[in-house]
């Protein structure tokens, strides 16, 4: 088993204003832990972000360094992904995960509990490095007009527990806004961005989609999650047996025409995962799905990241990353 002493040398890349600012004082507290641990700091840098993105260009910059802890809540779990994926498998460094944050799906796969205090950063020394699967998102642009085009016509991210489009998606981008207004966290704070996108915002999403190179169908979306890990929107059993070493998608969607009653309480049961036994669910697994929106602005979320896309082609990685998980 991994202990803290095999990270190796190590950069921990902090959201500071995550968790209403508790983030950073997180980060000198694991400073002073591992001190203790490793009785030599000099393998232990940290690096703070200072605005949207910057965890990436940080992670990115990571080569020379064997472990890359991201210090946050799922955001910047997200945006260091997007950065180590930018660097050759080869000198790719491990994943870790010190959890602050309001939603910590991520963290919840890596069988993590949130930190709140220095009893809670004992977990970090009980972990082992798995080989996670990465998700990847491909989608269609006019190069000549969107800076973030990497190839003609096209823009890649990265995802590492889940992707989602529809009412999901609308619900998880809301608790953006209402975090600013109320002080709840979690699932609390999901729920609650559901029940304002079912009384202002309920719709269906028409959208092509085509599994495994399948025949295309036109579906009326209302849910739809493309998952690596079994939950979201801070624990929602979305996808409950998610593998996230398998080297396949877990995909969940429900379809319109229903009630807005009817798809309040798919939505609401999918916090235990009782959603399964609806009639209105489908469960399946892919390697590849391509994905046509009707409409350019719909909601599309990725580890609770704003993604815009009117095209999209999403596939697996397998065993991309080098994952520290508590055991």
């Not at 997007?82 to 498998?89: A, K």
Request: with cysteine; net charge neutral.
């Amino acid at each position: 088993m991994a202990r803290t002493t095999d990270w190796g040398r190590t950069l921990a890349i902090v959201n500071p204003t995550a968790h209403a600012g508790a983030a950073a004082a997180i980060a000198e507290r694991l400073r002073r832990f591992l001190a203790l641990y490793l009785r030599d700091t000099n393998s232990f840098e940290i690096a703070r972000t200072e605005r949207p993105k910057h965890a990436t260009e940080l992670a990115r910059n990571a080569e020379g360094f064997d472990t890359v802890l991201a210090l946050g809540g799922d955001g910047v779990v997200h945006e260091v992904v997007n950065g180590l994926m930018q660097l050759s498998p080869a000198r790719r460094p491990t994943l870790g995960v010190v959890p602050v944050g309001s939603g910590n799906d991520f963290a919840r796969t890596l069988r993590l509990r949130e930190v709140a205090t220095d009893a809670d950063l004992v977990q970090l020394l009980d972990c082992k490095r798995e080989r996670f699967d990465v998700g990847r998102i491909r989608t269609t642009l006019d190069a000549a007009n969107d800076p973030r085009a990497d190839a003609p016509g096209t823009v890649t991210e990265h995802y590492i527990q889940t992707l989602s489009f529809g009412l999901d998606a609308a619900i998880g981008l809301g608790t953006m806004d209402l975090r600013r207004k109320v002080s709840l966290t979690g699932s609390a704070l999901y729920t609650l961005s559901g029940l304002e996108v079912f009384g202002r915002g309920y719709r269906a999403f028409p959208t092509q989609v085509r599994f495994d190179g399948g025949p295309g169908q036109t579906l009326d979306a209302l849910f739809f999650a493309l998952q690596l890990g079994p939950t979201y929107g801070s624990g929602f059993q979305i996808t409950p047996d998610a593998d996230p070493t398998d080297g396949l998608l877990d995909i969940c969607y429900a379809c319109g025409p229903v009630s807005r009653a009817t798809a309040l309480a798919f939505f609401l049961s999918a916090m235990n995962g009782k959603h399964l036994k609806s009639r209105h669910a489908h469960l399946l697994q892919a390697r590849e799905v391509e994905l046509t929106f009707a409409e350019d602005d719909y909601p599309i979320q990725a580890d609770g990241e704003r993604i815009r896309a009117h095209r999209a082609v999403v596939d697996v990685l397998p065993g991309a990353l080098n994952v520290l998980v508590h055991h």
